[in-house]
């Protein structure tokens, strides 16, 4: 599946004296296959953005293409089950008794028979690696946990593109790297991920391709080394990045590495080790 945003622009409560203009003429596509990031600071447009994927939020001009059709005339309903959005914060969306029969929610109304739900509900959990909470009340789960079942939840719906608004805020560094591991492996299965992040370092590791929103507009969009080695000296660039780039003045050889491991090995070669 391709999602295509064209010079969408986004206005909340237009015509007030509240007025924002959270999007400016954005366009930039979602390929099948890839993880996306949409990094940028506080207030940049990012979920705001993410929410107009699978149109939770419409644009107040330009449009949204799915496979190359005008996102208004698809059924809202298929929209949101093919593209799985997590929200920033999804904590407070679970609302079932049991961690189990909240991920079951989805499947369910999918008309998946009980042992199509048990099998989709038991995989979800255990590639989160919360098989152990199905039983246990939501409210009852640490932040990370919680979190972790919000994500399964829409992960059990089976969708096309999973969006990501935020996902390891807050998370231990243990945690944050299993759901990393999480993020590549539904890539290696041919999945699409869109991974709104302030983490610069978790995405120079899993994204690529990375989009850089500044109050509303686009103003990078390309490889995590173009769109990085760009803002080299900013601290819009991950930690890998910036060390990169001050060897780089005497070290032609150290290259445009992005991800820990490139990084490591392009220090070596300037060691000659
Ligand atoms: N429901 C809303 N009503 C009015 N303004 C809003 C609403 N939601 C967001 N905004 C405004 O739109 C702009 C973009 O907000 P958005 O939440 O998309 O930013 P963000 O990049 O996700 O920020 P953060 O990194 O803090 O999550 C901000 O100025 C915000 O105040
Ligand atoms: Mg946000």
Request: proline share 4%; charged share 25%; glycine share 12%.
């Amino acid at each position: 599946m391709r999602i295509e945003l064209r010079e969408v622009g986004h206005v909340y409560a237009s015509g007030t004296a509240l007025e924002v203009v959270a999007l400016r003429g954005v366009s930039l596509s979602v390929e099948g296959g890839e993880v996306l990031a949409i990094v940028g600071g506080t207030g940049s447009g990012k979920s705001t953005l993410v929410q107009h994927l699978n149109l939770l939020l419409e644009p107040t001009s330009g449009k949204v293409l799915v496979d190359g059709v005008d996102a208004r005339s698809l059924d809202r309903g298929d929209l949101r089950r093919s593209v799985g959005l997590v929200f920033q914060a999804p904590e407070a969306a679970l609302f079932a008794p049991t961690v189990w029969e909240d991920v079951a929610f989805a499947p369910r109304r999918m008309g998946l028979s009980e042992g199509g739900v048990r099998e989709r509900v038991g995989g979800v959990l255990g590639r989160l690696g919360i098989g152990h909470l199905a039983q246990r009340a939501p409210h009852s789960l640490s932040g990370g946990e919680k979190r972790r079942a919000a994500i399964a939840g829409v992960l059990a719906m089976g969708p096309d593109v999973l969006v990501l608004d935020e996902p390891t805020a807050g998370l231990d560094p243990a945690t944050r790297e299993e759901l990393l591991g999480v993020i590549r492996a539904l890539r290696d299965e041919g999945g699409t991920v869109v991974l709104v992040s302030h983490d610069l370092d978790e995405v120079a590791e899993v994204a690529d391709r990375v989009c850089l929103l500044e109050n509303g507009a686009v103003t990078s969009l390309g490889k995590p080394e173009e769109v990085f080695y760009a803002v080299s000296a900013s601290p819009m660039a991950p930690a890998t990045v910036r060390t990169a780039a001050l060897l780089r003045d005497d070290h032609s050889g150290v290259g445009r590495p992005v991800s820990f491991g490139e990084t490591l090995a392009a220090l070596k070669t300037v060691l000659g080790a």
